[in-house]
């Protein structure tokens, strides 16, 4: 018979092995805007997440030796998923800076990071990976409570601001390239794939493909000092290191769990904005705060 004495270790490395690096990668993550704004005035937001993007997805793929030999090690549809999971890195920032620039940051990071979880639970169902449990539905429903109300705090005590149609379907497309190249990437890793590989692939091929779209903007920026060491933190902790904690964490965490747990990415962006940048959140952003924290703390404890 298995003694009981290991039980208590099993629980520890289930939580050390799935949502402690996600919900890591997700505090990397939440310093994105904190770096941005301490690039040179002028720089353009896009540029700014797409240089990024670039430099850490060929950092990831230069370093995980098994990525060189990951399509061949791959069947037809898995090498299919690649390419579909690439385009859905590739085409977050594609969606989501736009949306920033229609709606403002606030709305699109709700409605992108809002809606992640909702259709990566959906499409997990659909594709059959994973059914939605109640405590699953719940948690996510007090996340995305929270971060809406988080966000938005400040807005609603002052004047509205009118929502851009083109900008809410862009924030929402963004969210769902979230969900598929996180649900393609899990999918892979649960097949015995390793994970660094995997996100080396998908991230040094979306480096790749967004990189056309860095000649078609003022990178000037990126030749000074600042310019070189916000785009070198963004490339190295936001992407790099973030992202092969991410994929660590997919291996004992399902992509609809994980997508919620990054839901805390604005609350670490509200504390650091409030702690470096001096800004004051009124108090409904507070309660949302707590409303998230209680969210992300269901999520994370094991059932």
């Not at 805007?33 to 950092?59: D, F, N, Y």
């Not at 890195?89 to 992108?112: D, E, K, L, N, Q």
């Not at 952003?285 to 924290?293: D, E, F, T, Y």
Request: aromatic share 6%.
């Amino acid at each position: 018979m298995r003694p009981a004495a290991p039980a208590p270790r099993t629980c520890r490395s289930r939580l050390l092995g799935g949502p402690t690096p996600i919900l890591a990668s997700t505090v990397l993550w939440g310093t994105t805007g904190t770096a941005s704004s301490l690039a040179p005035a002028g720089a353009p937001a896009a540029a700014i997440g797409c240089a990024g993007l670039t430099l850490g997805g060929l950092l990831l793929f230069l370093t995980s030796p098994r990525a060189r030999t990951l399509p061949a090690a791959c069947t037809r549809r898995e090498r299919l998923l690649l390419v579909l999971g690439a385009a859905a890195v590739a085409g977050y920032p594609v969606m989501f800076y736009p949306a920033v620039a229609r709606t403002g940051v606030a709305v699109a990071t709700v409605i992108a990071l809002g809606s992640a979880p909702v259709f990566a639970g959906l499409l997990a169902w659909i594709t059959g990976q994973a059914r939605p449990t109640a405590r699953w539905t719940g948690a996510t429903a007090a996340t995305v409570l929270g971060c809406t109300l988080l966000v938005m705090g400040p807005g609603l005590t002052g004047h509205a601001t009118p929502i851009d149609p083109t900008g809410v379907l862009l924030a929402a497309a963004g969210g769902l390239s979230y969900a598929v190249y996180a649900l393609i990437g899990g999918g892979l890793i649960r097949r015995g794939h390793s994970s660094d590989a995997v996100m080396g692939v998908l991230f040094g091929a979306a480096g790749l493909l967004v990189l056309p779209l860095l000649l078609c903007v003022d990178m000037r920026w990126l030749a000074t000092g600042r310019g070189a060491a916000v785009a070198g933190y963004l490339a190295l902790f936001t992407v790099y290191l973030a992202y092969r904690m991410f994929g660590h964490g997919l291996r004992r965490t399902s992509v609809s769990v994980a997508t919620s747990l990054t839901l805390g990415e604005p609350a670490v962006a509200a504390v650091l904005g409030v702690a470096v940048l001096g800004e004051r959140l009124p108090a409904a952003s507070w309660g949302g705060l707590a409303v998230l924290a209680a969210g992300l703390v269901l999520l994370t404890l094991p059932a």
